[in-house]
T-cell receptor, first 109, second 116 residues
Framework: GDSVTQMEGPVTLSEEAFLTINCTYT??????LFWYVQYPGEGLQLLLK?????DKGSNKGFEATYRKETTSFHLEKGSVQVSDSAVYFCALIRRKIIFGSGTRLSIRP | NAGVTQTPKFQVLKTGQSMTLQCAQD?????MSWYRQDPGMGLRLIHYSVGAGITDQGEVPNGYNVSRSTTEDFPLRLLSAAPSQTSVYFC???????????????FGDGTRLSIL
């Protein structure tokens, strides 16, 4: 069945460091792919999405490219801030949405 | 526009008690769903609904009931609470549940439930 695998956390970086959070998926066809972010004490918020192969989603300095050849949707940011500390979820959507297990990101000032 | 509203935000129950977690959305979304979030396990789908009068089971439906009598509301019922149901519960909605969809889900802020 469909599944999403994320790199395990926690990930701890210094402010202004480069961020990559890996995400790979298993699915038939070409599902839409999403990254959600969860700040402490809050629900999940959509960060970015891509609906077809080679699409690049971007928002708030984060980017992710839908790579069908590697079945990946890695999240990147060139220079992280303390305010980016949160849990990040990769997801694919069919009739149901399937989430990865989440990656906790902590940014040191 | 309130989005997805969950009540209560926090609840403590004793084993065996029953409770209903409320979820309402004001976006006229057809698709609504309930997830539980546990450490190291991400979000797991409990039940979902593709429209009023239609519900279906997700990954972890045991111990939970749902109904969808209106488009706006999708309550989750625990008939006899167990400590294994201690978790954070999220309700979510999106515009349509038919077929593949690239529509994002909108999440409520969650209900933190502890079963003693």
């Amino acid at each position: 069945g469909d599944s999403v695998t994320q790199m395990e956390g926690p990930v701890t970086l210094s402010e202004e460091a480069f961020l990559t959070i890996n995400c790979t998926y298993t699915a038939t066809g070409y599902p839409s792919l999403f990254w959600y972010v969860q700040y402490p004490g809050e629900g999940l918020q959509l960060l970015l999405k891509a609906t077809k192969a080679d699409d690049k989603g971007s928002n708030k300095g984060f980017e992710a490219t839908y790579r069908k050849e590697t079945t990946s949707f890695h999240l990147e940011k060139g220079s992280v801030q303390v305010s980016d500390s949160a849990v990040y979820f990769c997801a694919l959507i069919r009739r149901k949405i399937i989430f990865g297990s989440g990656t906790r990101l902590s940014i040191r000032p | 526009n309130a989005g997805v509203t969950q009540t209560p935000k926090f609840q403590v129950l004793k084993t065996g008690q029953s409770m209903t977690l409320q979820c309402a959305q004001d976006m006229n979304h057809e698709y609504m769903s309930w997830y539980r979030q546990d450490p190291g396990m991400g979000l797991r789908l409990i039940h979902y609904s593709v429209g009023a009068g239609i519900t279906d089971q997700g990954e972890v439906p045991n111990g939970y009931n749902v109904s969808r009598s209106t488009t706006e509301d999708f309550p989750l019922r625990l008939l006899s609470a167990a400590p294994s149901q201690t978790s954070v519960y999220f309700c979510a909605s999106r515009l349509s549940g038919q077929g593949d969809s690239n529509q994002p889900q909108h999440f409520g802020d969650g209900t933190r439930l502890s079963i003693l």
